[in-house]
């Protein structure tokens, strides 16, 4: 009698621990893949996109409209400033392409021009192609909690493994508990000095979904150096074919 | 007074004396000239076909080539700059990188915006034009002729080359220099290769020969290019290719664009900027471009400055001074050579004059006084032996400097072609020749030493007895 | 009787003698030793290309070397490689996959070539090997589990994996080294800080220091303060054999230094093996075959040799490869045959004026054994016999002098670094190792006797000459 009462209690102990707990039983590796899904699990998406790049002697400011399918599709059209409208760009897998109306003419990227961050940004070659996964490619850990814009956030600490093609040794991120928002990334190298801070803000509703509309990506070893992207516009699962990333869509596409 | 007279008394030991003294000299002066002269020589080559004696760069430029380190070249800094007597022209240049596509490839490209007439001044561009080319029709034209078997054999392994000199030309296709005078003339006319050039305002291109052919692009094709302009814009223009270059050096004439400057400077969305300007000087000794360099960074504002020709050449001149100073040691084994010829003349000559000392002594003269007289003999002797090589080495160097030594044999041609001339000149008669003759007349002070010692360690008895 | 009076005349005045000996010696050492020296500069410039960066002779396939194509191969690799092995003078052979790709750190994406070699029969062609800074990795003889990579210091220093700080273990060192307090003082200010790169190390020195302060310890600071973490990573990404991107990371085995800081910047090597299994390549194939040969002076007769037996590749050699380097050889050397000219001119009028001197001093001697009566063309053959002694003397004296002094610096090598000042110039290895051929050494000696036989011809004659009367009254 006496056992059986015992086990009612642990029970009822148990069961109230779990509901309260439910959410903290989630692993690390599963925060950051729902966080990764939220932008990039969709499976299109078209977004109208302005990025600002900020360098200590001048400012610029670019307007494009963005359509993508999965990883590896994306076609992007420049829409501001007037000197720059019209241009295209297409991605195909690894494969980039430029389409520049004012020479009319279509230009295969290879790799090594892209050195440099894309039209002047902080953007690189890496992570426009983005090859690398956050999901598969680092170990993860919880490492604390901190509040950033009065959103209660897991601190995730995420090591890059061993064979993974990543640049990056390490990052630490910040990830909204309630809506799997990523607010903050910090990129380490290999070891261990902060490279670049990336920060997420100025969350809105868009197509039914919270995300921050305002990601700033500053390095560290530039002074004065940034670059700001705010989502203007997006809807996600849009209906759109594979043959939409041709070539010959790159000079229609408006 | 009597030094001058001993001098006299025993002619013969005087003028081997004096001999050994002015071979020294000559020698010495002579090996200088041709060091210093060929050094500056291959300095000059490096400097004069690129960067030129002084340049002015926004200081950040240097270090990060990139577009957005180009200047305003306004018209104040272009007066302070003519200002300065040494200054004969200013030669602007804008040099960044793009994209230039033709059909399905894409190559990286180094593109150099240039004033056309004046680059000329600098960098020689229109010696390297291409002048000759051996394609399929000239090759088999060339075929039908009556040359020697040899140089049709070579035809075929040269099928397509473009050259911008004809001794190259002449060098691949084997043919001798006797054979020359009767073959090139014909071989030139049918090779020749109808080339172009750019000017300002025209939406003109000249291309590195072998950029040409991977691109397969000839004179009148387009050539598109994009890149990264001025603040992040976009670069993108299209260009009429209007002459085609041979440069020496595959690594550049595979990727090299020339632009008229203010093209460019459109491409690039940068009007009125500059990446570098060159300065055309008068005279350009190391004193001079350092003081012009002084005075011009006071006037012109940060974050322009200047640029002296040993801080744009570092890794070469490194590696020429490590050169020259291989040089010095042939030189120092010159000296070793020549010191011991006027220290084994003059000890001979003590050893020789050992009773005439003892015999002056034995009558009453002081050894200082000998002392004294011996070393005024040795002085006049030196002096008149660096007078001597002096008066005999500087019509020398002189007639050599218009009579250089000239190489020859096949790499002297390749050298040619590299816009350098093969030959080892004479420095012209300056300061150096006032550094040899004082190490000869130190040299010659140290042997003075000898015969003084000998004169106070004299004993008198053995002396006599010699 | 003549040989063993001049054999005893020539030791009766010593010093007469040692005048003479003296000459020659300095003469043939000189002579000798400034054609060791040139050789030495010469030969090392082209044994740091080819051994280095190019060895002797490479084979691909026609037309690769236009744009580097990664389809065109050597199709058959094991029937090309045998038929090099059987061609004489051949005294190694590696092949290698060549793919142009991109290097990628944190910070910056560089272009380079990586070349997939056979790390042991790399070794024959190239020793590169020995050329590791020592402490950064052992080659690839270590297992581990990324894919090894030996990449030059200066394409670390440009993807800032190597690091610059100053730390205590720093500062100790520094001490020990004898730095002043004045700048020891400064140089604690920046404890602890780590640079990334090279370029903001320098600057934060040079706002620190006074110009002549960085001027003198700039290099050994640095030096110092140079810090690469053994096992470093970075990402390599190229294209596979379906032109598809592939990225992998590899781990820094090692960091190699040479002179040739274009080649170091942008050449990259890993093993064949995880190449292929990168890339997808099934079949054996390779882009490059390099061969070494044993006598560079073959050189064009076994290139001959190897283009007709591979007549379907090109065979390309050094000279070809490198034309400048072949064009340096051969300027420089006419440059120093200028210089040896006037250095042995200058040595033979030295010598003539001194038997010059030696033979007239000894005029009144010679008078009086005139006087005596002995034959004149005895007396002739007596001074020049005398001559040919000391010339030999002096010759044999001045070949092993010259020997031993060449033996040594042909090891321990002429230091010209201490010419490579401040912040600037450092690592051009400037160390010359003279060398000379056993040939050269003979010649040069020869020359050397004959000069100092012939120079006493002249005043042999003329003292000859001279009236037995006249010659002893002379002083």
């Keep these: 009698m006496r056992n059986s009462f015992f086990i009612l209690k642990i029970i009822c102990v148990m069961s109230i621990t779990i509901s309260d707990a439910s959410a903290q039983l989630i692993s690390a590796t599963e925060i950051v893949k729902r966080a990764d899904e939220k932008f990039n699990g969709e499976k299109s998406s078209i977004s109208l996109i302005s990025m600002t790049i900020i360098r200590p002697a001048w400012q610029r400011t670019l307007e494009f ?3 993508s399918l999965g990883y590896n599709y994306a076609l992007t059209l420049i829409t501001a400033p007037a000197k720059d409208i019209g241009q295209t760009f297409l991605k195909r897998g690894t494969e980039m392409w430029s389409w520049n109306p004012v020479i009319n003419r279509l230009i295969k990227l290879p790799p090594s021009m892209m050195s440099q961050g894309w039209m002047g940004s902080d953007y690189t070659n890496d992570d426009l192609l983005r090859e690398s996964s956050v999901v598969n490619d680092y170990n993860h850990e919880i490492i604390g909690e901190d509040i950033i814009d009065n959103r209660l956030c897991f601190k995730i600490k995420m090591n890059a493994k061993e064979e993974a093609a990543v640049v990056w040794g390490s990052q630490t991120r910040w990830i909204d508990k309630k809506d799997f928002l990523v607010l903050r990334t910090e990129l380490y190298d290999q070891d261990g000095l902060l490279v670049r801070t990336e920060t997420g803000s100025e ?4 197509d039914g979904r919270e995300i921050p509309t305002r990601i700033e990506l500053v390095p560290k070893d530039e002074p004065g150096n940034k670059t700001l992207l705010i989502i203007k516009q997006i809807r996600f699962n849009v209906q759109i074919n594979e043959n939409f990333f041709s070539q010959q869509n790159m000079k229609n596409v408006r | 007074m009597m030094a001058w007279r001993n001098l006299w008394r025993n002619k013969r030991r005087t003028v081997i004396t004096i001999a050994s003294v002015f071979f020294a000299v000559f020698f010495a002066l002579l090996m200088r000239s041709l060091q210093l002269g060929s050094y500056d020589h291959m300095f000059r080559n490096v400097i004069e076909s690129y960067t030129g004696y002084i340049q002015i760069q926004n200081e950040e430029f240097k270090d990060n080539s990139t577009v957005d380190n180009a200047f305003e070249f306004t018209s104040e800094i272009r007066q302070i700059l003519l200002k300065d007597k040494n200054v004969t022209d200013l030669v602007p240049r804008f040099e960044s990188f793009a994209l230039a596509s033709s059909g399905p490839l894409t190559k990286g490209v180094l593109v150099m915006g240039i004033e056309p007439e004046k680059e000329t001044l600098l960098s020689k561009i229109n010696e390297r034009l291409v002048s000759y080319r051996l394609s399929a029709n000239v090759i088999d034209s060339l075929k039908r002729l009556d040359l020697p078997d040899q140089i049709t054999s070579r035809l075929n392994l040269f099928k397509e080359e473009s050259y911008s000199s004809a001794s190259v030309l002449q060098l691949d296709l084997g043919i001798t220099d006797k054979e020359a005078s009767e073959v090139m003339p014909v071989i030139k006319e049918i090779a020749s290769f109808t080339n172009g050039y750019i000017s300002q305002g025209k939406q003109d291109a000249l291309v590195g020969d072998r950029l040409a052919k991977y691109l397969k692009l000839n004179i009148g094709d387009t050539l598109v290019m994009i890149g990264q302009g001025y603040h992040g814009t976009t670069a993108a223009g299209k260009f009429r290719i209007a002459g085609i270059v041979r440069l020496p050096t595959p690594d550049i004439d595979n990727k090299i664009v020339y632009l008229p400057v203010d093209i460019c400077q459109t491409f690039y969305n940068a009007p009125g900027m500059l990446t570098s300007v060159a300065l055309n000087i008068k005279d350009d000794s190391d004193k001079k471009i350092n003081r012009m360099i002084a005075s011009l960074d006071k006037e012109l504002l940060p974050p322009l400055r200047l640029l002296g020709w040993r801080e744009m050449n570092e890794l070469l001149i490194n590696q020429m001074d490590a050169d020259n100073k291989s040089g010095g040691i042939m030189v120092g084994i010159l000296y070793l050579v020549i010191a011991f010829g006027i220290f084994g003349t003059v000890l001979m000559m003590t050893i020789e004059r050992r009773r005439e000392f003892g015999v002056l002594v034995a009558l009453g003269m002081q050894k200082s006084k000998m002392a004294v007289i011996v070393s005024f003999e040795m002085f006049y002797i030196g002096l008149l032996g660096i007078i001597c090589g002096i008066i005999i080495a500087a019509p020398s160097i002189i007639i050599g400097q218009n009579n250089p030594i000239r190489f020859s044999g096949e790499y002297a041609k390749i050298y040619e072609s590299y816009g350098m001339e093969p030959v080892m000149p004479f420095m012209p008669i300056s300061y150096y020749f006032l550094w040899q003759s004082v190490i000869v007349a130190a040299i010659i002070g140290i042997a003075i030493i000898y015969p003084v010692r000998k004169i106070y360690k004299m004993k ?6 010699a | 009787m003549i040989w063993k009076t001049a054999w005893k005349n020539v030791w009766r005045n010593k010093v007469r003698s040692l005048v003479v000996i003296s000459s020659v010696i300095v003469g043939v050492f000189a002579g000798v030793f400034s054609i060791a020296l040139m050789n030495g500069m010469i030969s090392q410039r082209v044994d740091d290309a080819l051994n280095e960066e190019i060895s002797d002779i490479q084979i691909t396939a026609r037309d690769y070397r236009t744009n580097y194509d990664p389809q065109l191969v050597i199709r058959d690799p094991e029937e090309t490689i045998s038929k090099i092995k059987l061609t004489e003078g051949v005294a190694g052979i590696s092949e290698r996959i060549i793919l142009t790709g991109m290097a990628n750190t944190a910070y910056k994406s560089t272009g380079v070539q990586i070349v997939g070699i056979d790390p042991e029969k790399e070794k024959q062609v190239l020793k590169l090997y020995t050329k590791l800074i ?13 894919s090894p990579v030996l990449i030059g210091e200066d394409l670390a220093k440009e993807l800032n994996i190597i690091r610059y700080s100053i730390d205590s273990s720093t500062l100790v060192r520094l ?15 920046l404890r602890g800080k780590r640079f990334t790169n090279e370029r903001q190390f320098i600057k934060e020195m040079k706002a620190l220091f006074a110009a002549g302060e960085s001027k003198k310890y700039g290099t050994v600071i640095k030096k110092e303060a140079w810090s690469f973490r053994n096992g470093a990573r970075f990402i390599l990404t190229f294209l596979d054999k379906d032109n598809n991107q592939v990225g992998a990371a590899f781990r820094i085995t090692g960091l190699y230094d040479i002179s040739n800081s274009v080649f170091e910047k942008s050449t990259v090597f890993v093993k064949n093996s995880d190449l292929k299994k990168l890339i997808g390549l099934q079949d054996n194939s390779f882009h490059e075959i390099v061969v070494r040969i044993s006598d560079l002076d073959r050189t064009e007769s076994i290139t001959n040799t190897l283009a007709v037996k591979l007549s379907d590749l090109e065979v390309l050699s050094w000279k070809k490869l490198q034309p400048e380097l072949a064009l340096m ?15 042995l001119a200058a040595l033979a009028f030295g010598i003539v004026n001194t038997m010059l001197m030696v033979v007239l001093e000894r005029t009144k001697e010679i008078g009086m054994l005139t006087a005596i009566g002995m034959n004149k063309k005895r007396i002739f053959y007596m001074i020049m016999l005398e001559s040919v002694f000391l010339s030999l003397t002096g010759g044999v004296a001045g070949m092993i002098i010259s020997f031993i002094v060449i033996r040594i610096t042909s090891n321990t090598g002429i230091n010209l670094s201490r010419y490579a000042e401040g912040f600037g110039a450092m690592g051009y290895s400037a160390l010359i190792y003279p060398r000379i051929t056993l040939g050269f050494f003979g010649i040069v000696t020869i020359l050397i006797v004959i000069t100092g036989v012939l120079s006493s011809f002249y005043p042999a004659v003329k ?3 001279l009236n037995p009367v006249e010659a002893i009254k002379s002083e």
């Excluded at chain 1, 969350?203 to 868009?206: A, L």
């Excluded at chain 2, 008198?460 to 007895?465: A, C, G, M």
């Excluded at chain 3, 020592?134 to 990324?146: I, Q, R």
């Design chain 1, 65 to 67: 409209k963005n359509w």
């Design chain 1, 203 to 206: 969350i809105k509703t868009m």
């Design chain 2, 460 to 465: 008198l008895t053995n002396s006599l007895k």
């Design chain 3, 134 to 146: 020592p402490g950064t990795g052992d080659y690839f003889n270590n297992e581990s589990k990324s």
């Design chain 3, 175 to 189: 001490k020990a080294r004898g730095l002043p307090e004045s700048v020891m003082a400064k140089l604690v200010l």
């Design chain 3, 329 to 343: 050889t051969d300027m420089v050397q006419q440059f120093y045959l200028v210089f040896g000219i006037i250095i």
């Design chain 3, 463 to 465: 003292a000859l000459k």
